[in-house]
């Protein structure tokens, strides 16, 4: 279960968090802003206060923003659709030392309160709980729905590319998965017995 939200906030996409996953065949990453929700009137960074959102699934090759031949807005607030979740599905996927001081910011490893402190947002402590992922909510609520993220055959959607309901309902292990692991692990057990009764030597 997941709890829908609407946020309103200023994306920094200078300090995009990128972690990586591959989808459909193709190398990506699921990319993560600061979002500032309250700064003072000069916009100082002593100010703001937010949270972290999930931008979604984008493809390796428009990875570095430099790439993306467009203008990422870091300057308007906007309105973001999406859950609250923690992400264990990123969790533990890279080993990486993240890396967030004011000559290099190069952040892979999903780690809660190391993303908070690399932020640079002043509600750290609050940040470091969970995070707003961007999903479409005009999708199916079922999760064992296959489309996963809202993009279609044409792949004419902007990148990057939501979750789904499904997608948002997905964890590393489902309970179909588990099923199948004590299906396989049965199976090996029962065929294991089986020849070594059948390589038994006679006395």
């Given at each position: 279960?997941?709890?829908?939200?609407?946020?309103?906030?200023?994306?920094?996409?200078?300090?995009?968090?990128?972690?990586?996953?591959?989808?459909?065949?193709?190398?990506g990453?699921?990319?993560?802003?600061?979002?500032?929700?309250?700064?003072?009137?000069?916009?100082?960074?002593?100010?703001?206060?937010?949270?972290?959102?999930?931008?979604?699934?984008?493809?390796?090759?428009?990875?570095?923003?430099?790439?993306?031949?467009?203008?990422?807005?870091?300057?308007?607030?906007?309105?973001?659709?999406?859950?609250?979740?923690?992400?264990?599905?990123?969790?533990?996927?890279?080993?990486?030392?993240?890396?967030?001081?004011?000559?290099?910011?190069?952040?892979?490893?999903?780690?809660?309160?190391?993303?908070?402190?690399?932020?640079?947002?002043?509600?750290?402590?609050?940040?470091?709980?969970?995070?707003?992922?961007?999903?479409?909510?005009d999708?199916?609520?079922?999760?064992?729905?296959?489309?996963?993220?809202?993009?279609?055959?044409?792949?004419?959607?902007?990148?990057?590319?939501?979750?789904?309901?499904?997608?948002?309902?997905?964890?590393?292990?489902?309970?179909?998965?588990?099923?199948?692991?004590?299906?396989?692990?049965?199976?090996?057990?029962?065929?294991?017995?089986?020849?070594?009764?059948?390589?038994k030597?006679?006395?």
């Amino acid at each position: 279960m997941y709890r829908p939200v609407k946020v309103r906030g200023r994306p920094i996409h200078k300090k995009d968090m990128k972690f990586r996953v591959d989808r459909y065949g193709f190398v990506g990453s699921m990319h993560f802003v600061p979002l500032v929700t309250n700064e003072d009137d000069d916009a100082s960074h002593e100010s703001r206060e937010g949270l972290l959102l999930g931008l979604g699934w984008i493809p390796h090759n428009f990875d570095d923003v430099s790439n993306r031949f467009r203008f990422e807005n870091s300057h308007d607030y906007q309105e973001f659709t999406g859950i609250v979740t923690t992400n264990e599905e990123l969790a533990g996927r890279n080993s990486q030392a993240n890396i967030y001081d004011e000559q290099k910011f190069d952040v892979r490893h999903y780690y809660l309160p190391e993303l908070a402190k690399a932020s640079g947002l002043k509600n750290q402590d609050v940040v470091s709980l969970a995070a707003i992922e961007r999903v479409n909510l005009d999708t199916p609520n079922d999760e064992k729905n296959p489309r996963h993220y809202d993009i279609d055959l044409t792949a004419t959607e902007q990148f990057p590319y939501v979750k789904t309901r499904s997608g948002a309902l997905q964890n590393r292990m489902m309970p179909w998965d588990y099923q199948h692991r004590i299906d396989y692990l049965t199976f090996t057990a029962i065929a294991s017995t089986l020849l070594g009764l059948a390589c038994k030597v006679p006395k």
